[in-house]
């Protein structure tokens, strides 16, 4: 190894002094800033696959890969391939993500035989393959292959993922997803049955139990692939689960039932319609099927719009994390012009969900514009900060909510 400015900062992460590392890992962050040459990024390179600390929370295989990756050069790829083994966890995860995000034949067939030769052993990780879905020839490439090691697994979830964009695109063609008809089907019925199992209990919390959710995003996409295979035995398995009482189980059996030319009963429609979680989701997945027709009439209301797009931001995991246990629509606002308006509700969770403590707490949803009501379509404003709903009056809930958006769009305006 020579003495370029790579060999320095290896030696010092190499160094037993955290500070020493911490030094040496913000001077790679800015050295890779600045642009490797193609022989430091080789460099940096082989030094991600030395034989680190596994306990050592910087990670310098993570980080000397990253720095490698950032100029994308094809020589690296074989380099990649025999060393994978030997990077990190985590430096093997950005890798795969690097690799996928170049989206070029070259890429996937580099993804291949990583795949191919570390695969079995858990070597590869469930890293995201976006990028590759957006290249026709890259997907109809590497589907074929891929699909052979999807199981019930995050690995299998990104291949299926990666099937699912691709086909929604129609950069897959049909054929070449046909034959997995039936290993999309056996994967799918375990994570059925123990979904069912949940579904069975009395209480009304099942739905947001750990285990029922580790099979519910997996389930739920296999679901929404099934609509682009063919057979019998995806139409037995989609009108199966038309019997779950989870709407989201119901959202995407519907959708991929419709899809391949099947009647669904109206009761279903209406269950999954009336659903907070669902609503707006539904209604845009009808529409885009020219469907939209089957939405019940009834429900096609603003007010129920706003519900469902408030419900769906309560949803993320850095937010409540699941729907709450009772939601009420209490004021609308507004803007200064007239032609928008916002939705205040507020809202609550049941214990033991760790908000169940601060009682009725203040939501707002919106703006949507008022030429084009009833629409799910909202301006980018829905937010909480949780406060508890007897804090404050409506109109100063809406203030100081709608206050701190207006700084974060002018914040990121402003960058």
């Given at each position: 190894?020579?003495?370029?400015?790579?060999?320095?900062?290896?030696?010092?992460?190499?160094?037993?002094?955290?500070?020493?590392?911490?030094?040496?890992?913000?001077?790679?962050?800015?050295?890779?800033?600045?642009?490797?040459?193609?022989?430091?990024g080789?460099?940096?390179?082989?030094?991600?696959?030395?034989?680190?600390?596994?306990?050592?929370?910087?990670?310098?295989?993570?980080?000397?890969a990253i720095?490698?990756?950032?100029?994308?050069?094809?020589?690296?790829?074989?380099q990649?391939?025999?060393?994978?083994?030997?990077?990190?966890?985590?430096?093997?995860?950005?890798?795969?993500?690097?690799?996928?995000?170049?989206?070029?034949?070259?890429?996937?067939?580099?993804?291949l035989?990583?795949?191919?030769?570390?695969?079995?052993?858990?070597?590869?990780?469930?890293?995201?393959?976006?990028?590759?879905?957006?290249?026709?020839?890259?997907?109809?490439?590497?589907?074929?292959?891929?699909?052979?090691?999807?199981?019930?697994d995050?690995?299998?979830?990104q291949?299926?993922?990666?099937?699912l964009?691709?086909?929604?695109?129609?950069?897959?063609?049909?054929?070449?997803?046909?034959?997995?008809?039936?290993p999309?089907?056996?994967?799918?019925?375990?994570?059925?049955?123990?979904?069912?199992?949940?579904?069975?209990?009395?209480?009304?919390?099942?739905?947001?139990?750990?285990?029922?959710?580790?099979?519910?995003?997996?389930?739920?996409?296999?679901?929404?692939?099934?609509?682009?295979?063919?057979?019998?035995?995806i139409?037995?398995?989609?009108?199966?689960?038309?019997?779950?009482?989870?709407?989201?189980?119901?959202?995407?059996?519907?959708?991929?039932?419709?899809?391949?030319?099947?009647?669904?009963?109206?009761?279903?429609?209406?269950?999954?319609?009336?659903?907070?979680?669902?609503?707006?989701r539904?209604?845009?997945?009808?529409?885009?099927?020219?469907?939209?027709?089957?939405f019940?009439?009834?429900?096609?209301?603003?007010?129920?719009?706003?519900?469902?797009?408030?419900?769906?931001w309560?949803?993320?995991?850095?937010?409540?994390?699941?729907?709450?246990?009772?939601?009420?629509?209490?004021?609308?606002?507004?803007?200064?012009?007239?032609?928008?308006?916002?939705?205040?509700?507020?809202f609550?969770?049941?214990?033991?969900?760790?908000?169940?403590?601060?009682?009725?707490?203040?939501?707002?949803?919106?703006?949507?514009?008022?030429?084009?009501?009833?629409?799910?379509r909202?301006?980018?404003?829905?937010?909480?900060?949780?406060?508890?709903?007897?804090?404050?009056?409506?109109?100063?809930?809406?203030?100081?909510?709608?206050?701190?958006?207006?700084?974060h769009?002018?914040?990121?305006?402003?960058?």
């Amino acid at each position: 190894m020579g003495t370029s400015r790579v060999t320095h900062l290896v030696e010092k992460l190499s160094a037993g002094s955290p500070e020493t590392r911490k030094e040496a890992l913000t001077q790679l962050k800015a050295l890779s800033d600045q642009g490797l040459t193609f022989e430091e990024g080789s460099e940096a390179l082989a030094a991600a696959a030395y034989s680190w600390p596994p306990d050592d929370p910087s990670d310098p295989s993570r980080d000397l890969a990253i720095a490698a990756l950032s100029q994308p050069r094809d020589a690296y790829l074989e380099q990649i391939v025999e060393d994978f083994p030997r990077f990190s966890a985590n430096a093997r995860w950005h890798i795969v993500r690097m690799i996928a995000a170049r989206g070029d034949e070259l890429a996937a067939h580099t993804y291949l035989r990583i795949v191919d030769r570390y695969a079995t052993g858990g070597t590869v990780p469930p890293a995201p393959l976006k990028g590759f879905e957006k290249s026709a020839a890259c997907a109809n490439l590497l589907l074929p292959r891929l699909m052979e090691h999807a199981t019930a697994d995050p690995f299998g979830y990104q291949i299926h993922l990666l099937a699912l964009q691709a086909a929604k695109t129609g950069g897959v063609l049909r054929q070449v997803l046909a034959p997995f008809a039936g290993p999309v089907v056996e994967i799918y019925r375990p994570m059925r049955s123990r979904m069912s199992n949940h579904e069975a209990r009395a209480d009304a919390e099942w739905i947001w139990d750990k285990d029922y959710h580790s099979d519910r995003a997996h389930a739920t996409l296999l679901l929404d692939l099934m609509g682009f295979l063919p057979g019998e035995a995806i139409i037995e398995a989609l009108e199966d689960s038309l019997s779950s009482r989870d709407p989201r189980v119901l959202h995407f059996a519907v959708l991929s039932l419709l899809r391949l030319g099947q009647d669904i009963p109206a009761s279903v429609i209406e269950s999954v319609a009336a659903s907070p979680e669902m609503h707006n989701r539904f209604h845009e997945g009808l529409v885009s099927l020219n469907r939209g027709g089957l939405f019940p009439r009834r429900l096609l209301t603003q007010e129920a719009f706003a519900e469902s797009d408030m419900v769906g931001w309560l949803t993320y995991p850095t937010e409540l994390g699941r729907t709450p246990n009772e939601i009420e629509l209490m004021a609308t606002f507004e803007n200064q012009g007239g032609d928008q308006q916002f939705f205040l509700f507020r809202f609550r969770t049941h214990s033991p969900h760790w908000a169940a403590k601060k009682g009725w707490m203040a939501g707002l949803s919106g703006p949507f514009e008022t030429a084009v009501m009833p629409t799910s379509r909202a301006g980018g404003s829905t937010f909480s900060t949780f406060t508890k709903w007897e804090e404050k009056t409506p109109q100063e809930h809406f203030i100081a909510i709608s206050g701190l958006i207006a700084e974060h769009w002018k914040r990121r305006a402003a960058e």
